[in-house]
């Protein structure tokens, strides 16, 4: 049974920082590609970042020099570095399995003052 729980969300002040954990089992992680997607009350859900297999990465233009996406295969797990954070990255911020319906539960990323 394919799993992804994500982690590390929390409440920071602007300028702060936070590291997302994805934490997968059930499927061979290392070939896998993998996206961190988010969703902000009353918005549709974006792509935040993805990493395939081989480690080339993409990212939105509004995350691009702040976020940083990475993975630790032997851990099958997937992270998300974000930095400067400002209150329009407030948000659920999901896992998922590139080109499948496989998601975690979400963790709440709250940036505010």
């Known amino acids: 049974q394919v799993q992804l729980v994500e982690s590390g969300g929390g409440l920071v002040q602007p300028g702060g920082s936070l590291r997302l954990s994805c934490a997968t089992s059930g499927r061979s992680f290392s070939v896998l590609a993998m996206g961190w997607y988010r969703q902000a009350p009353g918005k549709e859900r974006e792509l935040v970042a993805r990493i395939r297999s081989g480690g080339s990465t993409d990212y939105a233009d509004s995350v691009k020099g702040r976020f940083t996406i990475s993975r630790n295969n032997a851990k099958n797990t997937v992270y998300l570095q974000m930095n400067s954070l400002q209150p329009e990255d407030t948000a659920v911020y999901y896992c998922?399995?590139?080109?499948?319906?496989?998601w975690g539960p979400g963790t709440q990323v709250t940036v505010s003052s």
């Open positions: 998922n399995i590139w080109a499948t319906n496989y």
